[in-house]
């Protein structure tokens, strides 16, 4: 096994992992070792993208898995600065959506199905409930990381941004999406600004997420405490304040403040047209 896939495996965790992983042969190592490298990107150089590069990462998104191949995903590309700097600040005002050559914005798109089903003349029905766009935002998750994976394979930095959801409806106008389509989530693309590879952040031991056969809980008081040290000796590595997961968590979920006005999406999916029945 290439010596830097072990390597890679720890700094994913923080920790020697508790079996070694299987033994990969390139181009697979390859392959894993960018997965496992995969860190966001939140500063990026004024040099352009290379032509064709969005239609190869949009080949690739689309290559994607897709329920019964309904496809209900579109993506909006922002390449012109004025038009980003009014995503960026409808995003949270993030400086680095401003700096990425492109801005991609996955959508939850049933406006396609709902306008093919009327075509064929039929009551399209089964768009009025929550499956549809339950499989709606998995199909655009699942394509945008294959063109993150895509993207890193180039060389590029990335960087997904959850706060378009901020202001839903504003970014509908901003981007001139119609009835049952709705923005769920951007992605910065672009050459990362010197200096700005930022470390590998260790995840959750893979006992508090991996189970096998059932779903077992017993030993997450002591995966979650361990995860705690780590993530608080990361910070404490990189020069950040002190903090640990569960202090974290406890904040991220303890107010409806922290959804910056997200609490309203189901209120604005319903007037958009998703049923949600």
């Known amino acids: 096994m290439p010596a830097v896939l072990p390597a890679l495996f720890e700094h994913r965790y923080g920790a020697q ?3 070694a992983p299987v033994e990969a042969a390139a181009p697979a190592a390859d392959l894993f070792a960018s997965l496992l490298d995969h860190r966001s990107i939140r500063a990026y150089s004024s040099v352009a993208l290379e032509p064709g590069t969005l239609e190869l990462l949009i080949a690739a998104a689309q290559s994607a898995s897709t329920s019964s191949n309904l496809q209900p995903w579109s993506v909006v590309a922002l390449t012109d600065p004025a038009h980003k700097a009014k995503a960026a600040t409808l995003a949270g005002d993030q400086n680095f959506i ?5 801005f991609l914005i996955f959508v939850a798109d049933l406006s396609r199905l709902t306008d093919v089903s009327s ?3 039929r009551s399209g029905i089964a768009l009025d409930y929550l499956e549809l766009f339950l499989i709606a935002a998995i199909d655009a998750a699942l394509a945008a990381q294959n063109a993150v994976v895509a993207a890193e394979g ?8 959850g706060a378009v959801r901020n202001r839903p ?3 509908a106008d901003l981007i001139g ?3 049952r389509a709705i923005a769920l989530f951007g992605l910065a693309v672009g050459h990362p600004a010197a200096g700005a590879k930022s470390a590998v952040k260790p995840r959750l031991p893979q006992p508090e997420v991996l189970h096998r056969e059932r779903y077992d809980s017993s030993q997450r ?4 405490a361990a995860y705690d040290r780590i993530l608080g000796a990361f910070y404490a590595a990189q020069g950040l ?3 640990d997961w569960s202090h974290h968590i406890a904040q991220r979920v303890g107010s409806i403040d922290v959804l910056r006005g997200r609490d309203q999406l189901t209120a604005i999916l319903r007037d958009r047209g998703f049923g949600l029945r």
């Open 177 to 179: 999406l119609p009835q």
């Open 98 to 102: 401003r700096q990425a050559p492109l």
């Open 119 to 121: 075509a064929t003349g």
């Open 169 to 171: 409806q504003d970014i």
């Open 154 to 161: 180039l060389g590029l930095g990335t960087c997904y941004v």
């Open 221 to 224: 008081a002591a995966n979650v």
């Open 241 to 243: 304040p002190a903090a």
């Open 17 to 19: 992992p508790t079996a």
